[in-house]
């Protein structure tokens, strides 16, 4: 289940079911978003990215999907791992602007084997 | 691929004294690397951008003779925190792109720096 509050959301997956992770992005001008993962004490590694001529984007067991129209982003995995339990932030960026990327606020993923 | 790293990973010091952090790309060259901010259980807040061979743009709210930043090589950027208070502290994280790789790519970041002050 999700809990929103003073916490980040967090999503519990048992392992081997597909997880979907959600963010609302706040730009309309934005056109290139990526996903994140964070483990604890690390910085942000790369997951998957898409640009806004592109609605869906699949990686290795990772699906990126985009939708302009209300400014929605979700990433979805397939076949969740207990490797996968980590933060998982989205970010956008307008790359006429010096690709500066602006996070969401992040969702915890929690794999129960 | 492309490797940010940082230096050091953790600090642990007195109120009031400054820190320097250093962020290096290791096998590219980066006129641009940015540095964030990250609290406990929050999402990362860009502070500055910082540009090799000119100064430092900042983020609105961000003290620029609190966070100085020096660009000085294509390959390290540092962030001073000067006269650190406990409010300072946190983790601090930089990122590069690697310019080689086109315009609509991501940013690699380093693994982080955590910041307590005591």
């Known amino acids: 289940g999700e809990s929103v509050g003073l916490h980040l959301p967090t999503l519990s997956v048992q392992e081997g079911d597909n997880s979907i992770i959600n963010c609302a992005y706040s730009n309309s001008a934005s056109d290139y978003f990526i996903w994140y993962k964070q483990e604890s004490g690390k910085g942000p590694q790369f997951i998957i990215d898409i640009r806004s001529n592109m609605d869906k984007r699949q990686g290795q067991r990772v699906t990126v999907l985009l939708n302009k129209t209300v400014k929605h982003l979700s990433l979805q995995i397939a076949a969740t791992q207990p490797g996968d339990s980590a933060v998982y932030f989205c970010?956008?960026?307008?790359?006429?602007?010096?690709?500066?990327?602006?996070f969401g606020a992040g969702t915890i993923l929690r794999v129960k084997s | 691929g492309a490797v940010v790293s940082q230096h050091p990973s953790w600090v642990i010091c007195k109120s009031g004294t400054s820190v320097k952090i250093e962020c290096r790309s290791l096998d590219f060259q980066a006129t641009t690397m940015f540095w964030y901010r990250q609290f406990p259980k929050q999402s990362l807040m860009l502070m500055a951008t910082?540009?090799?061979?000119?100064?430092?743009?900042?983020e609105q709210g961000v003290e620029k003779d609190k966070f100085l930043i020096n660009h000085a090589s294509l390959t390290l950027s540092t962030l001073t925190v000067t006269s650190a208070h406990p409010e300072d502290s946190s983790f601090y994280i930089c990122?590069?792109?690697?310019?080689?790789?086109?315009?609509?790519?991501?940013?690699?970041f380093g693994d982080g720096t955590r910041l307590s002050i005591l």
């Open positions: 910082s540009n090799e061979g000119s100064k430092a743009t900042y």
């Open positions: 970010a956008e960026a307008n790359m006429e602007y010096g690709n500066k990327l602006v």
């Open positions: 990122s590069a792109r690697d310019p080689r790789t086109g315009r609509n790519q991501p940013q690699h």
